[in-house]
């Protein structure tokens, strides 16, 4: 069993102002660049992407940069601070970063990270400073711990980045990406099912249907060529081209589903199994994509295991009719941003004396849901908020019991369900959302259940 030191991190970061800064091909107008390096315990992380704005916390005001191996998504927070008047109190980064703080004279007080062997969090150590030009910050920052330290970590970092809402950040911003050089499509490493090695040879990439509103990515692994066939990934989830590993993932880097399909489980027909398999130094970019697949050591799923760790280099194909997540009809993008609109519903509430806000609901426990009645060998991941479970029914007849024990529990339908090859559910009650995977598995069935805003603590 692998040990991991872990310490505390901030999961919560308050900004009010943010930018992304991507590196790209230097150019004679371009600024200094910001680069960098981490590394926590045998893994080392380069740092290519970049975040700065300004933390208020009652009369305190710090200067926050923010890094990582992949792009963090401004859209995304600045969606979190528009909805809670400037506040990120439900802002969670579901990647690799390093976050540095500095105080108002600019000098490093905390450096923190979430990294893909841990977390660490620490005030000592620490050299370096920051300097503030107009709307920029640069400067350097040093993390060296003796040899006696218990924090096995060191950074160093070079950044130069400018603020949200500056000319000069919206010219970075609206600057065009330099072309990407295409990559040779490749797959390396190993992929195990019950201790035996299985080669995987052949790998595509092909955007998908967005999911959560956003955009995904399917990558598909298998033993045989697959490069002909009209439905790959589904003819590889029959075991058509052997062994296989089908991926589905955001854009940045983030796995949602994955499925096994493994010779040593003597089942041509795979499984799903997310949770513990990560894409490591994950780089997507002018449509070619690169990084290491990773389970967090093997695996076990109802008696079967499984382990992985392939390098992988694909150029990600369009799929035709596919729209983009960012692709919105002008008719769906509101014309009151949500901030005004919370400050006319403010405004008008206020006028009322007699109205009392109501007090929040209480969440639902994840061990409450009633879906989970009578299944025995439930798998809770709380980590990932997500749960799993099999079942000797047919997945047909299993997904309407599961619909009617969530109907007769109040979960409202969060669109139409899908059941055809297999079933996608989707509900929401009190704030709270459900997205329930029902697949055939031999006679039966295997269930996952992803959530969120349910209550893991118990």
Not at 47 to 72: G, Q
Not at 364 to 384: P, R
Request: aromatic share 6%; net charge neutral; hydrophobic share 35%.
């Amino acid at each position: 069993m692998r040990t991991t030191q872990r310490t505390s991190v901030p999961c919560r970061l308050f900004l009010t102002a943010i930018v992304v800064c991507v590196l790209g091909a230097a150019r004679a107008d371009d600024p200094p660049s910001s680069a960098g390096t981490m590394r926590y315990g045998s893994k080392k992380t380069a740092l290519k992407h970049f975040v700065a704005y300004e933390r208020k916390n009652s009369d305190e005001t710090r200067m926050v940069l923010l890094s990582s191996d992949r792009p963090i998504k401004a859209a995304d927070i600045q969606k979190v601070l528009d909805e809670n008047d400037g506040s990120d109190d439900t802002l969670r980064l579901n990647q690799t970063f390093l976050k540095v703080i500095f105080s108002p004279e600019g000098e490093v007080e905390n450096c923190s990270a979430e990294t893909e062997t841990g977390f660490f969090n620490t005030s000592s150590d620490l050299s370096g400073e920051m300097v503030r030009s107009g709307d920029r910050i640069h400067g350097k920052v040093t993390l060296s711990p003796p040899k006696s330290s218990r924090l096995d970590a060191d950074v160093q970092l070079e950044f130069n980045v400018p603020l949200l809402g500056s000319k000069e950040a919206a010219a970075e911003l609206a600057r065009p990406k330099p072309p990407r050089e295409p990559v040779k499509p490749n797959v390396t490493g190993f992929f195990k099912g019950n201790g035996k090695d299985a080669k995987l040879a052949f790998i595509s990439a092909s955007t998908r249907e967005p999911f959560n509103d956003q955009n995904t990515i399917l990558i598909l692994l298998t033993q045989k060529d697959h490069s002909k066939d009209q439905k790959p990934d589904f003819n590889a989830n029959f075991g058509r081209f052997g062994n296989a590993l089908i991926i589905s993932c955001f854009e940045d880097g983030r796995i949602f589903g994955c499925q096994v399909v493994h010779e040593a489980h003597g089942d041509r027909q795979g499984f799903s199994s997310v949770g513990a398999i990560r894409i490591h130094e994950f780089d997507y970019e002018g449509g070619q994509l690169t990084g290491t697949v990773k389970t967090d050591g093997e695996q076990e799923f109802f008696g079967q295991t499984w382990e992985v760790e392939l390098k992988i280099a694909a150029s990600v194909i369009a799929t035709p009719g596919i729209e983009s997540a960012t692709q919105k009809p002008e008719s769906e993008t509101p014309k009151v941003s949500a901030r005004k609109t919370r400050k006319k519903e403010r405004d008008s509430s206020s006028k009322s004396a007699t109205k009392k806000a109501a007090p929040p609901a209480a969440k639902l426990k994840i061990k409450e849901l009633a879906i989970f009645e009578g299944q025995e060998d439930v798998q809770y991941k709380k980590l990932v908020e997500q749960a799993a479970f099999a079942s000797d029914k047919n997945y047909k007849l299993l997904a309407k019991d599961l619909i009617k024990k969530l109907d007769d529990q109040g979960w409202e339908s969060d669109g139409s369900d899908l059941i055809g090859v297999s079933a996608i559910i989707k509900r929401k009650k009190d704030g709270a959302e459900l997205t329930i995977f029902v697949k055939p598995s031999g006679n039966g069935s295997t269930v996952t259940v992803m959530t969120e805003g349910l209550d893991w603590d118990d």
